[in-house]
């Protein structure tokens, strides 16, 4: 079977197309909702239902429809359906970060994940944002996540980029440079 990332690129693009070439399709919401789906399509029971022979499309389509927070545009239900006609559910979350890729690539943004050992307030994001949007030369979505393991510090990954200022990677470089 092919990679999933090559099974995503094609409906990623076709659908960051659709949503260039329609006005008033704003991006941002877009990626809100094929997030969303993302998540839903995540789920293993869905997938096992999405999987049963027994279970039409349809049935798929309105399982998901009736799950999604918020009411889906139309062009939401049409790539929905295209995906679900295609047998392509599993798929979805990987279809939703290479659509949130171009998304971010249109805009000169990235998305960075802060790894911290503590809660961050909005002050301490705000002038670790500013800090990082410099460093990394573009502006960035930051989302945090708690990580106790690195005692102090953080660790910030984007894309394919890693910057680790914790405790816990600093202690690692120590223990490796003593027994070498």
Known sequence: ??????????????LYKACTDQAGVD????????DELAAI????????????????????FDVIVGVARSALPDLAKNFLRTVIDN????????IAAQFRTLVNRSHGTSDA???????????????VGATLEKRFG????LSVQLDETLIG???????????????????????????A
């Open 41 to 60: 399509a995540a789920n293993p029971q869905l997938r096992q239902l999405a999987d049963n022979p027994k279970v039409t499309g349809e049935q798929v």
């Open 153 to 179: 510090g953080v660790r910030v990954v984007v894309g394919d980029e890693v910057l680790d200022t914790s405790v816990k990677a600093r202690l690692e470089q120590m223990k490796a440079a003593l027994t």
């Open 138 to 141: 573009r502006k960035l979505n």
């Open 113 to 127: 994940v802060v790894y911290s050992a503590f809660p961050l307030d909005a002050g301490a994001l705000t002038d």
């Open 87 to 94: 047998g392509r559910v599993q798929a979805l979350p990987e």
């Open 1 to 14: 079977m092919a990679e999933l990332a090559t099974i995503a690129r094609p409906y990623a693009e076709a």
């Open 27 to 34: 991006l941002n919401g877009a990626t809100a909702w094929v």
